[in-house]
C-alpha cells in the first residue's frame, strides 16, 4: 500500500512540472522580432554594416512594420543623435566610431565617403530603408573612424544611387 501511495506522490509532481514547463513555454518570445541597421548602399543594392538594438514586438499584429519601422527610427532619432557621427553614446564611443567597429566586424574594412542608410526588418520580412541616414558621411579605415574629408551635401538624394529617398529629416 505505501508503494502505490509514494508512485501516486511522484505523478502528481510530474504533473505539476508538465503542467508548469507548459505554461513556461507559451511565455517564451522570440528575441528581437524587430531589426534595426545602418546600411551602405552600391548600385546593386544595400549592404549591412552596423547592427542597431532590436526590439520585441508581435509578428502576429497587423502593423508589426510600423511598429519596427517607429522603433528604428526613435532610436536613430534618441540613441544615435539623429546620425550626427560626432554623437558621443553610452560607451565613450562617437557614433561614427560604432558604426566603423561595427563595420569591420560585419567584413567592412575601408569605408570612404559614404553616407549609412538606417533600415528596419520586421519578422520574418524584408529590409525597409526608413528615410534616416547619417548627417555625415562615413569613413572608416580598418575599424577606425576617420572624418572625411568630403563635407556634408546640401542635397542629400545627390549622394544616393536611391531616387525618391526622402532625406529631408
Known sequence: YSLSLSFLAAMEILVALLAVCSLASGQIITPYECHCGVFRSYPQGESLIYHLPGHHIDCDSPDKETQCYDACVQDWDVFAG??????VLENGYSLGQEICVGALELGHFNIRDEIG????????GNWE??????EQYVCCHNGHYEECTKTVANNMAAV?????INTAN
Open 82 to 87: 539623429n546620425g550626427d557621427l560626432n554623437t
Open 117 to 124: 542608410y538606417v533600415f528596419s526588418r520586421a519578422c520574418f
Open 129 to 134: 530603408d526608413t528615410g534616416s541616414h547619417t
Open 160 to 164: 544616393t544611387n536611391k531616387p525618391g
